[in-house]
């Protein structure tokens, strides 16, 4: 036994040595048939328990993003010594991850290196918009560009991973995780999965400045009954693969490191032990070769869902499902290797994971540099740069939404004679870095107030008040503080001397809407108003001056009917990160041009939620004749603001919509080109969107699906015509044959600057 373990640790040092001599020649470092001849031999010098221990990540306890568990720090540094852990999560620092990494390889038998993971969702310590935030601006390359940036603060602080991008298509402004991802439509959302799969991991996983990305939460998690975080999820098949899957196939398509399931069952089974998701979808079915992590302690949820009777039980049907790695449940380390040997869990599913596990480890290169991630030289000057900062207000600028502009009341004049800056988030200075905020530092933003003094001449006078606060002033602003019943106050004292400062202002800029902590997880509500007394707010100050733009600050939709009704200007600015004032400022004086268009529609009121542009027609759609149709009695049917939608300071006109053919065959194609014309007289950018209806179907489609888009500059008077490509990609669905595949037919086609566009085209599919 003892000489099988000095042949073991020879051959694994020759291995590793073999691969640093080979460490500046990326063909061979990178190579796939390499990096599998690699891990076939670590594997094979492997005990049971070193495979057991691969499939282990432990929290650092730095920052805790669950429920805590029991098992201590010494009892954590004796497993890393003894090569029981695969993987840490919120280990933070260089400092921390090399002394982590140090213990293992200094005291473990095979001396295989931990992978740091950490939710770097929308930025390191530069934050940019919360991802619902930055989707709006529907431009792939600045998406891409701030996930390269959040990659390489990341990694300066010794994380290899990020739990990003969260690609779960969210239609309900109740769950509090809406915030996290892109909104509601499964082509825009896969676009930008894939847009940040490419910037955190870059063209070589290798390079110390990119690190793996994770597609997460697979799956169905957005879709919780009634917005409620973590519940039940009640889908079909057919709904599951033609909404919820397609980003995470784009996503794995795109060569994402890994994935983490979700917390939610579906149908009845939890997601975790769901074989047929995570073994035949996405392993054999897209023959994707990354390493599945189980969400925070989703292996033990198991027994609570009433799926498993005990931890046992639930590490049997996790690893048997293919969730490869183990998350805080504690089930795996305690159980996986008797399942083995009890013959409950094959071993050829274990080496599956460890080799999954080792491939991800390879391809960063830790194999060759242990430490590679440990340098506090770029720790401390590549993290939270100027340039960094220049780019996040790029990004922040470019995710406001102009949704109301009456009488042009913006852009404002820099050389007003005084503003009126009221509302509690008007000198916040936390609100913006939003939540999931990684090393984003409590106040760090620029807050509006900051921003427009920063913008405006010195001749303009500023009042600034307060007005109403959202959070009771007892409660604490922490990441891990959890949002009581009734968080709002009541206290309405501030509002005559906001009143006041209004009454002289030339303009007032009122800034209201969500704390931080308001959505993210765990933060699901009921009520998606204006909380506390910001409505009485808002109503008193538009009593005394019309001149009001609503600056609103919000990680989910909001029912905003008041405001959309009598306030003449709204700009969304969702959460948007260190620069936000700067950026809202950089929009309210025009100096940049709104270009953002909403990746989630805005209802009416709470009660329409789950609302979304891609619906179903049902079979009573609306009738003038009839009573009896899919309608409420007390509610619009469609949106406020509608998915796609966002103003300008300039007008687009579209026209001249052209299909070069009417008639293709299922593998055909045809060109579509628009017209647009920019009408006004500034230059602005356009998203120009592309939605197609199948009228007839195997099942029932949408009635309109975004299938393409396309941001253009066009100056102020200029035509430009913008062609698209319709085909096998744009009309195929997952149908009756459980197979993507187009069905002949007629095809209704758009093409506008939002999901109602009514300029139109028809064409047909013949077999
Ligand atoms: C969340 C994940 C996150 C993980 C680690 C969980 O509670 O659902 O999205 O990546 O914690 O922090």
């Given at each position: 036994?003892?000489?099988?373990?000095?042949?073991?640790?020879?051959?694994?040092?020759?291995?590793?040595?073999?691969?640093c001599?080979?460490?500046?020649?990326?063909?061979?470092?990178?190579?796939?048939?390499?990096?599998?001849?690699?891990?076939?031999?670590?594997?094979?010098l492997?005990?049971?328990?070193e495979?057991?221990g691969?499939?282990?990540?432990?929290?650092?306890?730095?920052?805790?993003?669950g429920?805590?568990s029991?098992?201590?720090?010494?009892?954590?540094?004796?497993?890393?010594?003894?090569?029981?852990?695969?993987?840490?999560?919120?280990?933070?620092s260089?400092?921390?991850?090399?002394?982590?990494?140090?213990?293992?390889?200094?005291?473990?038998r095979?001396?295989?290196?931990?992978?740091?993971?950490?939710?770097v969702?929308?930025?390191?310590?530069?934050?940019?918009?919360?991802?619902?935030?930055?989707?709006?601006?529907?431009?792939l390359?600045?998406?891409?560009?701030?996930?390269?940036?959040?990659?390489?603060?990341?990694?300066a602080?010794?994380?290899?991973?990020?739990?990003?991008?969260?690609?779960?298509?969210?239609?309900?402004?109740?769950?509090?995780?809406?915030?996290?991802?892109?909104?509601?439509?499964?082509y825009l959302?896969?676009k930008?999965?894939?847009?940040?799969?490419?910037?955190?991991?870059?063209e070589?996983?290798?390079?110390?400045?990119?690190?793996?990305?994770?597609?997460?939460?697979?799956?169905?998690?957005?879709?919780?009954?009634?917005?409620?975080?973590?519940?039940?999820?009640?889908?079909?098949?057919?709904?599951?693969?033609?909404?919820?899957?397609?980003?995470?196939?784009?996503?794995?398509?795109?060569?994402?490191?890994?994935?983490?399931?979700?917390?939610?069952?579906?149908?009845?089974?939890?997601?975790?032990?769901?074989?047929?998701?995570?073994?035949?979808?996405?392993?054999?079915?897209?023959?994707?070769?990354?390493?599945?992590?189980?969400d925070?302690?989703?292996?033990?949820?198991?027994?609570?869902?009433?799926?498993?009777?005990?931890?046992?039980?639930?590490?049997?049907?996790?690893?048997?499902?293919?969730?490869?790695?183990?998350?805080?449940?504690?089930?795996?380390?305690?159980?996986?290797?008797?399942?083995?040997?009890?013959?409950?869990?094959?071993?050829?599913?274990?080496?599956?994971?460890?080799?999954?596990?080792?491939?991800?480890?390879?391809?960063?290169?830790?194999?060759d540099?242990?430490?590679?991630?440990?340098n506090?030289?770029?720790?401390?000057t590549?993290?939270?740069?100027?340039?960094?900062?220049?780019?996040?207000?790029?990004?922040?600028?470019?995710?406001?939404?102009?949704?109301?502009?009456?009488g042009?009341l913006?852009?404002?004049?820099?050389?007003?004679?005084?503003?009126?800056?009221?509302?509690?988030?008007?000198?916040?200075?936390?609100?913006p870095?939003?939540?999931?905020?990684?090393?984003?530092?409590?106040?760090?933003?620029?807050?509006?107030?900051?921003?427009?003094?920063?913008?405006?001449?010195s001749?303009?006078?500023?009042?600034?008040?307060?007005?109403?606060?959202?959070?009771?002033?007892?409660?604490?602003?922490?990441?891990?503080?959890?949002?009581?019943?009734?968080?709002?106050?009541?206290?309405?004292?501030?509002?005559?001397?906001?009143?006041?400062?209004?009454?002289?202002?030339?303009?007032?800029?009122?800034?209201?809407?969500?704390?931080?902590?308001?959505?993210?997880?765990?933060?699901?509500?009921?009520?998606?108003?204006?909380?506390?007394?910001?409505q009485?707010?808002?109503?008193?100050?538009?009593?005394?001056?019309?001149?009001?733009?609503?600056?609103?600050?919000?990680?989910?939709?909001?029912?905003?009917?008041?405001?959309?009704?009598?306030?003449?200007?709204i700009?969304?600015?969702?959460?948007?990160?260190?620069?936000?004032?700067?950026?809202?400022?950089?929009?309210?004086?025009?100096?940049?041009?709104?270009?953002?268009?909403?990746?989630?529609?805005?209802?009416?009121?709470?009660?329409?939620e789950?609302?979304?542009?891609?619906?179903?027609?049902?079979?009573?759609?609306?009738?003038?004749?009839?009573?009896?149709?899919?309608?409420?009695?007390?509610?619009?049917?469609?949106?406020?603001?509608?998915?796609?939608?966002?103003?300008?300071?300039?007008?687009?006109?579209y026209?001249?919509?052209?299909?070069?053919?009417?008639?293709?065959?299922?593998?055909?194609?045809?060109?579509?080109?628009?017209?647009?014309?920019?009408?006004?007289?500034?230059?602005?950018?356009?998203?120009?969107?592309?939605?197609?209806?199948?009228?007839?179907?195997?099942?029932?489609?949408?009635?309109?699906?975004?299938?393409?888009?396309?941001?253009?500059?066009?100056?102020?008077?200029?035509?430009?015509?913008?062609?698209?490509?319709?085909n096998?990609?744009?009309?195929?669905?997952?149908t009756?044959?459980?197979?993507?595949?187009?069905?002949?037919?007629?095809?209704?086609?758009?093409?506008?600057?939002?999901?109602?566009?009514?300029?139109?085209?028809?064409?047909?599919?013949?077999?």
């Open positions: 036994m003892q000489k099988n373990n000095l042949l073991s640790i020879l051959v694994l040092f020759i291995l590793l040595t073999f691969s001599s080979d460490k500046n020649n990326k063909i061979l470092t990178n190579s796939s048939a390499k990096i599998e001849q690699k891990v076939d031999s670590v594997l094979t492997m005990t049971l328990k495979k057991v691969q499939m282990v990540q432990y929290n650092g306890s730095w920052d805790v993003t429920p805590p029991n098992v201590s720090d010494e009892e954590k540094f004796e497993k890393l010594k003894n090569g029981g852990v695969g993987s840490m999560l919120n280990v933070l260089v400092k921390a991850t090399r002394e982590a990494q140090r213990l293992v390889m200094e005291n473990s095979l001396k295989i290196p931990l992978i740091f993971g950490y939710d969702i929308h930025g390191y310590k530069t934050i940019f918009p919360i991802p619902l935030g930055e989707s709006a601006s529907w431009d390359e600045i998406i891409k560009k701030s996930a390269t940036i959040a990659a390489s603060e990341a990694s602080a010794g994380v290899h991973w990020t739990f990003s991008p969260m690609i779960d298509i969210s239609r309900d402004a109740r769950w509090g995780r809406i915030m996290e991802g892109s909104g509601e439509d499964p959302t896969s930008i999965g894939v847009a940040k799969v490419q910037g955190y991991q870059g070589d996983l290798s390079i110390n400045n990119t690190i793996a990305a994770c597609a997460k939460h697979f799956a169905g998690y957005g879709f919780a009954e009634a917005g409620r975080d973590y519940n039940a999820v009640n889908i079909g098949e057919y709904e599951l693969q033609n909404t919820i899957l397609p980003p995470f196939k784009a996503a794995a398509e795109a060569g994402v490191a890994t994935f983490m399931n979700s917390f939610n069952e579906i149908d009845g089974i939890p997601a975790t032990g769901d074989k047929i998701l995570q073994r035949n979808i996405l392993k054999e079915g897209w023959n994707w070769d990354g390493f599945m992590v189980s925070w302690g989703s292996i033990g949820e198991m027994i609570a869902h009433g799926y498993a009777k005990d931890k046992a039980h639930a590490a049997e049907i996790a690893a048997n499902a293919g969730s490869d790695m183990d998350m805080e449940s504690y089930a795996y380390e305690a159980h996986l290797e008797q399942l083995v040997e009890e013959g409950k869990v094959d071993i050829s599913l274990i080496n599956d994971a460890v080799k999954r596990i080792l491939r991800v480890k390879f391809k960063l290169g830790l194999f540099d242990p430490y590679k991630y440990c506090e030289e770029r720790e401390k590549e993290i939270f740069t100027e340039e960094n900062q220049t780019f996040a207000r790029e990004v922040a600028k470019k995710s406001i939404v102009l949704l109301k502009n009456k042009n913006l852009p404002l004049s820099k050389d007003l004679k005084s503003i009126a800056i009221i509302g509690p988030l008007a000198d916040d200075k936390d609100t870095i939003g939540n999931w905020r990684a090393k984003g530092g409590t106040n760090s933003a620029v807050s509006l107030l900051e921003g427009i003094k920063n913008s405006v001449s001749s303009t006078k500023i009042a600034y008040q307060k007005g109403v606060s959202i959070l009771k002033e007892e409660y604490p602003k922490g990441r891990g503080f959890l949002m009581p019943l009734n968080f709002n106050t009541d206290d309405k004292s501030g509002i005559p001397a906001a009143v006041n400062a209004a009454k002289t202002a030339e303009m007032v800029v009122l800034a209201i809407g969500e704390v931080a902590l308001q959505t993210g997880e765990g933060r699901s509500q009921t009520n998606i108003k204006l909380v506390g007394v910001q009485e707010l808002l109503e008193a100050i538009y009593k005394v001056n019309k001149n009001v733009v609503v600056v609103l600050m919000n990680g989910r939709p909001m029912d905003i009917s008041w405001a959309a009704e009598n306030v003449p200007s700009l969304e600015c969702w959460h948007l990160g260190s620069q936000s004032g700067n950026a809202i400022a950089d929009v309210l004086f025009g100096d940049y041009n709104p270009s953002g268009k909403l990746p989630v529609s805005f209802p009416h009121n709470v009660g329409q789950p609302l979304y542009y891609n619906q179903k027609n049902t079979g009573r759609p609306f009738s003038p004749t009839h009573v009896t149709f899919s309608a409420y009695r007390d509610a619009p049917k469609t949106a406020l603001y509608p998915f796609g939608y966002g103003l300008s300071y300039t007008t687009f006109e026209k001249n919509l052209i299909l070069d053919k009417n008639e293709i065959l299922p593998n055909g194609e045809i060109k579509a080109s628009v017209v647009i014309t920019n009408t006004g007289n500034r230059d602005g950018e356009e998203v120009v969107q592309l939605y197609i209806r199948d009228l007839v179907g195997s099942l029932t489609r949408p009635i309109r699906e975004l299938k393409g888009f396309e941001k253009v500059m066009v100056k102020a008077g200029e035509t430009k015509t913008v062609n698209f490509t319709v096998v990609e744009t009309l195929q669905f997952y009756i044959n459980k197979k993507w595949e187009v069905e002949p037919g007629d095809f209704e086609l758009w093409i506008g600057g939002d999901s109602t566009t009514s300029l139109k085209a028809s064409f047909k599919v013949i077999e």
